[in-house]
C-alpha cells in the first residue's frame, strides 16, 4: 500500500485536540471524514504528535496509507475541498513504505504568543492577553530550560510511566515583536502540558510573582506539583516538524 505525508494547519480554538474522541471535535476525525467523503473509504491517520485542547498547528504532519497510488497533488486538493475553514493540507508527498510522521521525527518547534499590547477580541484565541511582563526576567529563566533534563516535573501527572522523560531543548528563546511576546521551543520532543507549564511559569517570573529558581527545583525533583501555573492552550502553535531527510 502506497504511503503519504503530509503537512496541515489549524486553527485548534474549537477542538477538543487532535485526537479522536468519541462524541467531541477533534483534528483527526475532521481529516478522516474528509478521507471518508473523497475516496469512500476509511483512511486513518498517523500525526507526528497529539496536540491538546484549543493548541493550534502551522506544520503538524500526518502519514496514512491508501489502497492504490493517487498523485498527491489530488490528494491535497481533495482534502482541501472536504475541510472546514479551520483546517488546511499545506502539502502532500509520497514518502518510503516505512515512513512514519512520528517515531521518524528528530525535532520539533513551538510557539507561544501573548499579547501585551492591549485586549483585543479579535487575536485573544491566538494570543492570550498579559500585561506588566518582565522580558529580561523571562529570558534569564529560559536558560534554565535548554539541555538535556528530565521534564517531569514539567509534566502532566497522566502520561504513560513506562515512556522517557528525559528531552531535549536545543533552543528555548523569546522573541519580541510589535505588542506581542513569543516563546519558541526547539527540541526532539515533548511531553504532554509541558511546554504550557514552562510557560505558565515563566509568565508568573515575569510577573515577579516566581524566581527562576524555581524552575531548577522543579527539574531536580521531578514533582509535577511544583509546576501548578499552566498556560491556556491557544496560545501554543506547533510550528514545525523535522526529519532526517529535511
Known amino acids: 500500500m502506497p504511503r503519504y505525508a503530509c503537512v496541515c494547519s489549524y486553527d485548534g480554538y474549537d477542538y477538543m485536540g487532535f485526537q479522536i ?4 471535535p477533534t483534528i483527526e476525525l475532521e481529516i478522516e471524514n474528509a478521507f471518508l467523503k473523497l475516496l ?3 483512511v486513518k491517520i498517523y500525526p507526528s504528535g ?3 485542547k484549543e ?3 502551522v506544520g503538524q504532519v500526518f502519514h496514512f496509507d491508501l489502497k492504490k497510488e493517487i498523485p498527491p497533488l489530488g490528494i491535497l486538493k481533495g482534502l482541501n475541498a472536504y475541510l472546514p475553514q479551520a483546517i488546511a493540507v499545506l502539502d502532500c508527498k509520497r514518502v518510503a513504505d516505512d515512513f ?3 517515531f521518524w521525527a528528530v525535532r520539533k518547534e513551538y510557539r507561544y504568543s501573548i499579547n501585551t499590547k492591549e485586549r483585543n477580541p479579535l487575536t485573544a484565541r491566538y494570543s492570550p492577553y498579559r500585561y506588566g ?3 529580561i526576567l523571562m529570558k534569564e529563566a529560559l536558560t534554565l530550560l535548554v539541555g538535556c533534563h528530565d521534564f517531569k516535573g514539567f509534566a502532566s501527572a497522566s502520561i504513560d510511566p513506562r515512556k522517557s522523560t528525559i528531552k531535549t531543548i536545543e533552543c528555548a528563546e523569546l522573541l519580541e515583536e510589535e505588542g506581542k511576546l513569543v516563546f519558541r521551543f526547539i527540541g526532539n520532543g515533548f511531553l504532554k502540558y509541558q511546554i504550557r507549564r514552562m510557560v505558565g ?3 508568573e517570573i515575569g510577573l515577579q510573582r516566581e524566581k527562576k529558581e524555581l524552575i531548577t527545583e522543579i527539574l531536580e525533583k521531578k514533582d509535577p506539583k511544583l509546576s501548578r501555573y499552566v498556560a491556556p492552550g491557544c496560545g501554543l502553535c506547533l510550528y514545525r516538524v523535522d526529519y532526517k531527510e529535511d
Open 50 to 52: 497529539r496536540t491538546d
Open 133 to 135: 511582563l518582565d522580558p
Open 40 to 42: 469512500g473509504d476509511k
Open 21 to 24: 474522541q468519541k462524541g467531541l
Open 100 to 102: 512514519h510522521a512520528r
Open 55 to 57: 493548541v493550534h498547528a
Open 201 to 203: 511559569l515563566l509568565i
